[in-house]
């Protein structure tokens, strides 16, 4: 499996997104498209976005009964992405039937990976208000080895998290990181931070950035930086 950089496009509209991605003559970066950009432009955006030439992570997190799951997969598997991902707290039996709805009548799939607990979750949020009494740590790796139970092709975590993800789960269970920064970047609201050179060091497979590529005034030469930093 092969490293790579995938760009958050978190644009409100199809004009910024496209217009963004314009930018890039040179190379095709495979990119995340977020809720704020698929709830406003719908899933023309993903086909637009892939007949460009682009791989898609659709960032949609489902979490419902595993039949609408296993039915909304079905979809999204049909307007082509190329990974997507769900809630690990959905239980075991909802991924397994959203493995079943994204799989394809020649038994191939787009990747599926799992949100263990959102970043933006404190140890004591989580154990306070979810009534989850374990540490978070021993919660992510639970959820990531549910993921891998039911089939799926690994997590999102914090970069900080993967090498626990990948010891746990094995080499070959993904690691998706957002919470990517420059050694001399802004953090913005971004608290559990590393850098591209660092991810690649702890062993992410694919790194999430958005803002330090989307807001740079350059964003072809950041990118073409993380690459650099991440996949050498
Ligand atoms: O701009 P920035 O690099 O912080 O963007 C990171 C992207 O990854 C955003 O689209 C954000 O929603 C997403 N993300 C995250 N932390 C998670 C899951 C997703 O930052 N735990």
Known sequence: MGKDVIIACDFSSRAQALDFLGGFTQEKPFVKIGMELFYAEGPDIVREI???????????????????????????????????????????????????????????????????????????????????????????????QNAKEAGLDGVVCSPLEAGLVKDACGAGFLTVTPGVRFA???????????????????????????RPITQAADPVAAYRRCVEEFVG
């Open 184 to 210: 001399d970047g802004d953090k913005g609201d971004q608290v559990r931070v590393t850098t591209p050179e660092r991810a690649r060091e702890i062993g992410s497979d694919y790194i999430v950035v958005g």
């Open 50 to 144: 892939k007949a460009r030439g682009h791989k898609i992570f659709l960032d949609l997190k489902l979490h419902d009964i595993p039949n609408t799951v296993k039915k909304s997969m079905s979809v999204l598997r049909d307007i082509g992405v190329d990974m997507t991902n769900l809630h690990a707290a959905g239980t075991v039996d909802m991924m397994r039937a959203a493995v079943e709805g994204l799989t394809r009548a020649d038994g191939t799939r787009p990747l599926l990976i799992a949100v263990t607990q959102l970043t933006s979750t404190s140890e004591e949020r989580m154990q306070k208000e979810l009534l989850i009494n374990a540490s978070i740590n021993d919660t992510i790796v639970k959820y990531a």
